[in-house]
């Protein structure tokens, strides 16, 4: 089976990691590792390319809920990765490398940052490839990689973040919460991840009316999707 993968990049000058302020240092004294996951590539092969697309923000988002449910490590939120990439101007590429992992781990203040992309081909079949690196040491920690028939998106990343937890070797996910997050993936289907996809995506680019309309699509297919219902309700407040 051929695959094609494309990354999405962040680029940044020098000059930037001293204007900005570490994510890590807003922490106070939390002593607790933490990550950062920046939006996914899209190598989407032919027609699936464009609609597909939403995902480079959905699975990072999801991927980014599934680590956070560890109280034992910090995730960086979406909204504090995207007010950086907002406040910084930086840019996207079509591949992302260590070094510029490094460099927006750096700003971030954070310890680990996870990257990488989605590939599909025409039979149905996708594949997540995720690698981290340790912003300290600048070296790749681990790399993984996970596929599945499309429409088993949630359980794939599910997965990911499972063994992202373990390779990166990161306190551990407690049990109850890891079964339970395997289990809850089984009931979600594909339409609702590119519904709330969609809906990440156009809030991440300043249409919150319409993030307001797909996340109460998702309610209204899946209503136990609690996403979806914490992003509708943060799309909601006055003034967000």
Same mark, same amino acid.
């Given at each position: 089976?051929?695959?094609?993968?494309?990354?999405?990049?962040?680029?940044?000058?020098?000059?930037?990691?001293?204007?900005?302020?570490?994510?890590?240092?807003?922490? &106070?004294?939390? &002593?607790?590792?933490?990550?950062?996951?920046? %939006?996914? &590539?899209?190598?989407?092969?032919?027609?699936?390319?464009?609609?597909?697309?939403?995902?480079?923000?959905?699975?990072?988002?999801?991927?980014?809920?599934?680590?956070?449910?560890?109280?034992?490590?910090?995730?960086?939120? #979406?909204?504090?990765?995207?007010?950086?990439?907002?406040?910084?101007?930086?840019?996207?590429?079509? #591949?992302?490398?260590?070094?510029?992992?490094?460099?927006?781990?750096?700003?971030?203040?954070?310890?680990?940052?996870?990257?990488?992309?989605?590939?599909?081909?025409?039979?149905?079949?996708?594949?997540?490839?995720?690698?981290?690196?340790?912003?300290?040491?600048?070296?790749?920690?681990?790399?993984?990689?996970?596929?599945?028939?499309?429409?088993?998106?949630?359980?794939?990343?599910? #997965?990911?973040?499972?063994?992202?937890?373990?390779?990166?070797?990161?306190?551990?996910?407690?049990?109850?919460?890891?079964?339970?997050?395997?289990?809850?993936?089984?009931?979600?289907?594909?339409?609702?991840?590119?519904?709330?996809?969609? &809906?990440?995506?156009?809030?991440?680019?300043?249409?919150?009316?319409?993030?307001?309309?797909?996340?109460?699509?998702?309610?209204?297919?899946?209503?136990? %999707?609690?996403?979806? #219902?914490?992003?509708?309700?943060?799309?909601?407040?006055?003034?967000?």
């Amino acid at each position: 089976m051929k695959w094609s993968t494309t990354l999405v990049t962040v680029v940044c000058g020098g000059a930037l990691l001293a204007t900005a302020t570490p994510v890590g240092a807003q922490a &106070g004294s939390d &002593g607790r590792p933490t990550v950062a996951v920046m %939006y996914f &590539g899209n190598g989407a092969l032919g027609k699936a390319h464009e609609e597909l697309a939403p995902l480079s923000t959905g699975i990072a988002d999801i991927l980014i809920t599934e680590l956070s449910s560890n109280p034992r490590i910090r995730v960086v939120d #979406r909204e504090e990765l995207q007010k950086l990439v907002d406040e910084q101007n930086l840019s996207t590429g079509d #591949r992302v490398s260590k070094e510029t992992a490094v460099k927006i781990g750096k700003i971030l203040g954070v310890h680990h940052m996870i990257f990488g992309g989605f590939v599909t081909d025409l039979k149905g079949n996708m594949r997540l490839d995720s690698r981290a690196v340790n912003v300290e040491t600048s070296e790749v920690e681990y790399v993984e990689t996970v596929s599945d028939k499309t429409e088993n998106l949630m359980t794939m990343i599910v #997965r990911l973040a499972d063994k992202m937890n373990k390779g990166m070797k990161l306190p551990d996910m407690p049990k109850n919460v890891r079964e339970s997050s395997h289990e809850s993936a089984k009931r979600v289907p594909l339409q609702v991840v590119m519904l709330y996809s969609r &809906g990440v995506t156009a809030e991440t680019n300043g249409n919150r009316g319409e993030a307001v309309q797909l996340y109460r699509a998702v309610l209204d297919k899946f209503p136990e %999707y609690e996403p979806a #219902r914490r992003a509708l309700a943060n799309a909601e407040k006055p003034g967000a």
